[in-house]
């Protein structure tokens, strides 16, 4: 597996790369490192990866903006977001912009590793402080979605238009818009961030 870990923190990689080396899963894996959001646009031009662990603040840009760009030049890569912020606005951005999951800086080794699983099995991630912070923001009490109204959750969550999901999914804009009703109903909320939780809860991935 190529790894590409992005933050302008040199010791900080250098400690993630130590417990790549320890990890029997991991320590074949190619390692790569920058420290800006230039120098991953330079580098993804030329080498394609697997996995991007990419801190939200670089020293000239947010890591925000690099979810888009890293999309787009390495469209299957995973992207595991880490910050020690705990903004719930930022987290729903970067789950909007195409990131698998979003931890932060102080968690243990063993969930880091437990995240990079999750996240290259197709699933979404989120550490238990992030989860905290968007429990403030949304109620607890949802329903069940059908299998049908997960497939829409995942396209709501992009925020993708009626017209778009429709497309995709080869149905009538109309239904889209009574499924999507009915999945803010069931998850009794009205936000992408409510959404997200769902979404995590549930295992759902938002390939």
Excluded: W
């Excluded at 390692?31 to 120098?39: D, E, G, N, T, V």
């Excluded at 912009?97 to 990079?116: P, R, V, W, Y």
């Excluded at 992030?130 to 429990?135: I, M, P, S």
Aim: hydrophobic letters at 40%; proline letters at 3%; glycine letters at 4%.
């Amino acid at each position: 597996m190529k790894i590409l870990l992005i933050d302008d923190h040199r010791l900080f990689l250098d400690g993630i790369v130590e417990i790549f080396a320890k990890n029997e899963k991991l320590k074949t894996s190619q390692i790569f490192k920058s420290y800006s959001y230039h120098q991953v646009i330079q580098m993804l031009e030329t080498q394609r990866v697997d996995l991007v662990i990419c801190d939200i603040n670089l020293p000239d840009n947010s890591g925000l903006n690099a979810i888009p760009v890293i999309k787009s030049l390495c469209p299957k890569a995973k992207i595991l977001m880490l910050s020690i912020y705990n903004q719930p606005e930022i987290i729903q951005r970067a789950i909007r912009l195409g990131a698998n999951g979003f931890i932060n800086k102080d968690i243990e080794q063993k969930e880091l590793l437990e995240s990079i699983q999750i996240v290259m099995q197709g699933g979404l991630y989120l550490s238990e402080k992030t989860l905290k912070a968007l429990e403030k923001e949304t109620p607890h009490q949802e329903e069940e979605l059908t299998k049908r109204e997960i497939e829409i959750l995942g396209c709501i969550i992009k925020e993708m238009s009626n017209a778009e999901i429709a497309e995709k999914l080869f149905i009538s804009p109309r239904t889209v818009e009574t499924h999507r009703k009915n999945i803010l109903r069931k998850t009794n909320n009205h936000t992408v961030i409510g959404l997200i939780k769902y979404a995590y809860r549930k295992g759902i991935s938002l390939e």
